[in-house]
């Protein structure tokens, strides 16, 4: 299916933006009760929004502000996408997923025209509105002198704000970093939902309905209560982890017949996957206090100095180039 920002602008998007047929539902998620709670009360609004605005007279009384904004903060893995999909399902709308990290790096210069015209398209299709990483697009403005895309990102968030006032549909916001939201967003988002880590008793369910009940061969000792307890980690980790022991049982020798997940798997399964979580958040360049011991890191460091040194360097000399450029036109005018 050609996406939205194709029909609009005739270029290929990736991902960008997607609409979705809903297929997952909140039986497909396994939420803390307050999470779940949250998402309860904020159905609750969209279920009586005719109500509230059509039947008790409250937009005659407020032209602007009628849409249902929400926003589901929390770590990654925690159930906020499926979360999305399952609301647009009970409501019985398409969903559109837009990943404006993507929109703004492919189409700079076009990101406020796409903007409208996927909020545009939004209250045509009847759909629910979900923005993937919505700290991208929600951030904080720049003040003062701005460079261009500083310019440009400043107008993209204004657009965003505006179409917020005008949209009378549900948008959905997903943010692991709610903390950079702009302040201009407080009053335009109805309901904030946090989305924490499981539990041991959620971890523990999440860990089972990853396994089918009949046919994944489970070794005798598997004990999913003792790895909810031992890992503290969100669904999405457990899903890697399910499907990394997996991957490691089916490849040991022997026939397929004999072949099964132990405890064993699991538990080097998931501290691959947090050690691999770790890599991720580790940087290159952290303080030479943290990396002493490591030679290669001191190389890195090492490097990065001499960049840095040779940069310095290197401007240095093309401003004095530049400099006498000038002075050397001048004399030539003045000759």
């Not at 309860?40 to 279920?47: F, K, N, Y």
């Not at 699991?266 to 947090?274: H, T």
Request: hydrophobic share 45%; with cysteine.
């Amino acid at each position: 299916m050609a996406s939205i920002i194709e029909l609009f602008t005739g270029r290929s998007s990736r991902r960008a933006v997607e609409m979705v047929v809903p297929a997952r539902t909140f039986n497909d998620v396994i939420l803390p009760p307050g999470t779940r709670r949250s998402l309860e009360r904020a159905l609750a609004q969209v279920r009586n929004h005719s109500l509230i605005f059509g039947k008790w007279g409250l937009g005659e009384r407020h032209s602007s502000g009628l849409g249902l904004a929400f926003n589901f903060a929390g770590p990654p893995g925690t159930g906020k996408t499926i979360c999305a999909e399952a609301i647009a399902h009970e409501l019985r709308m398409k969903l559109i997923v837009v990943d404006y990290a993507e929109i703004e790096s492919m189409w700079m210069g076009e990101t406020s025209k796409n903007l409208a015209a996927i909020f545009r398209n939004a209250g045509e299709e009847k759909a629910v509105l979900f923005f993937d990483e919505a700290d991208a697009i929600a951030g904080r403005r720049s003040t003062g002198a701005m460079l261009a895309y500083q310019k440009e990102t400043n107008t993209a968030v204004n657009v965003l704000l505006r179409e917020l006032e005008r949209f009378n549909g549900v948008v959905i916001f997903a943010t692991n970093l709610a903390a950079n939201f702009d302040p201009a967003f407080e009053r335009r988002i109805r309901t904030h939902v946090l989305f924490e880590l499981p539990g041991v008793e959620e971890r523990e369910r999440i860990w089972r309905v990853q396994i089918h009940p009949r046919k994944t061969p489970l070794a005798e000792e598997v004990d999913f209560r003792q790895l909810s307890e031992r890992f503290e980690v969100s669904g999405g980790d457990i899903k890697n982890a399910v499907l990394k022991a997996a991957a490691s049982a089916a490849s040991e020798e022997g026939p397929d017949g004999a072949k099964s997940i132990s405890q064993q798997h699991f538990i080097e399964a998931m501290e691959d996957v947090i050690a691999a979580k770790s890599v991720m958040q580790q940087s290159l360049f952290e303080g030479s206090s943290n990396n002493a011991s490591d030679p290669y890191a001191q190389a890195l460091l090492t490097l990065e100095g001499k960049s840095r040194s040779a940069f310095i360097i290197a401007g240095g000399l093309a401003s004095a180039a530049l400099v006498t450029a000038l002075v050397a036109l001048v004399l030539v005018i003045v000759g």
